[in-house]
């Protein structure tokens, strides 16, 4: 894998500042901000799951004041890049897990730019491999659980190419050291995703660990999909929405019935080549430069997606038809940033662009003018994204007995 961004995905995207960030927070209820605290799932005997009669937790005589040591190694595989997430827990007898310490790393482009050569993705595996062995210790290896799940990147490839990428890095997997498991490499589908998202969130804020603590919601805008998830705070509203949008969810003793749903193509370079009239995955026809007045007037370059590259160049934007945006500080932004877009040629050319996306994008969810969102990306210095969440329902699924199948 390539460490250097190229001129498109997440190197465009961040200029944007506080506007764009990879995921927008919304607090649906009041938003309650905790005091550094570190508490997490209430899972059982989280240090009592075994594989081969390896148990997942620290080894012997490591830990230290009753304390138990544990890690967890998670991939988070997107459609703009492949990332790593170093977990490092601390559990004491009867009590939930904290967590200790995040290594974060990640590479570009994502796995999906590696389709047709997949011979090529394992360089990027193997160098944040060699991450993760030199931020654990030896004597954790074989006990510290690894996964990757992929995201929208893979999930817009054929299933055909993406099984293959899947089955390269598996195989890479198994010559670690780590814990692997039969279903360590897999594609998260969008709910799950933005599941995942929902539990991160609302642990690092500390909503998770007192019962009638008011949750946060969440919208996650990736590169491929957008995420919407919440608690719901009525009955209507869970009796309302279509069954497939209503996720169970058991945690802290506790049930959760979460609204949750993923939008396919409408992740934020998904929304760029739609915006710009490209097909995903499709380069465009006869090689024809795509035009379009949300670029800077007078702007020409090229712009790489899904292992395609575009000729793009924007045209003279009409004033009086730009801009009609009706989303709070995300109207303001855009219309500011729409009509200076010369300033913003060389920099990051696709601004007013996304910004206008968003703004349409909340405006479609149906977020009221006045509604505050809480934007960022790490909180108490830990990425939010799905990563965490999704490795410690992982865990919890290791430690729970297997149901037994009929033969």
């Not at 703009?80 to 904290?98: D, L, M, N, S």
């Not at 089955?167 to 010559?175: N, T």
């Not at 946060?216 to 009525?234: C, E, K």
């Amino acid at each position: 894998m390539r460490k250097t961004p190229n001129n498109g995905n997440l190197k465009m995207a961040y200029p944007l500042g506080l506007f764009v960030c990879l995921f927008i927070y919304v607090a649906y209820i009041k938003w309650h901000w905790a005091s550094a605290t570190q508490a997490f799932f209430s899972i059982t005997e989280v240090a009592a799951g075994s594989h081969r009669n390896q148990q997942v937790h620290s080894p012997s005589g490591t830990s230290g004041h009753d304390q138990e040591v544990f890690y967890g190694i998670m991939f988070d595989a997107g459609s703009t890049g492949t990332r790593i997430h170093i977990f490092q827990f601390a559990q004491k007898p009867r009590e939930t897990p904290t967590l200790l310490h995040e290594t974060f790393r990640a590479l570009e482009p994502g796995l999906s730019a590696y389709a047709d050569d997949i011979e090529k993705s394992t360089q990027g595996i193997q160098e944040l491999l060699d991450v993760a062995k030199q931020e654990i210790p030896f004597d954790f290896w074989k006990v510290t659980p690894l996964v990757l799940k992929a995201t929208a990147g893979l999930r817009l490839l054929p299933g055909e190419k993406a099984q293959k990428l899947l089955k390269k890095v598996k195989e890479v997997f198994k010559a670690s050291p780590f814990l692997v498991m039969e279903d360590c490499v897999s594609i998260m589908n969008g709910t799950d995703e933005g599941v995942s998202a929902w539990i991160t969130v609302n642990f690092l804020t500390g909503s998770l660990k007192s019962p009638g603590r008011s949750s946060v919601g969440m919208l996650d805008l990736g590169g491929g999909s957008t995420q919407i998830t919440f608690l719901p705070s009525t009955e209507g509203t869970l009796q309302l929405s279509p069954a497939r949008y209503i996720t169970s969810l058991q945690m802290f003793n506790r049930t959760y019935q979460l609204y949750s749903y993923s939008y396919l193509g409408l992740g934020l370079m998904s929304a760029r080549l739609l915006l710009l009239g490209g097909v995903e995955g499709q380069p465009a026809k006869d090689g024809k430069e795509l035009v379009s007045p949300c670029l800077p007037a007078g702007f020409k370059g090229e712009w790489e997606h899904a292992e395609v590259t575009y000729k793009i160049s924007g045209e003279k934007t009409d004033a009086e038809k730009g801009g009609d945006l009706v989303v709070g500080d995300f109207e303001i932004a855009a219309k500011y940033v729409c009509r200076t877009m010369e300033t913003h040629t060389h920099s990051s050319p696709f601004v007013c662009m996304d910004l206008t996306y968003i703004s349409f994008l909340l405006q479609e969810f149906g977020f009221p003018e006045n509604k505050v969102l809480k934007l960022t990306r790490k909180i108490d210095d830990v990425e939010t994204s799905w990563a965490l969440g999704a490795i410690f329902h992982y865990i919890d699924s290791l430690n729970k007995p297997k149901e037994p199948t009929n033969q």
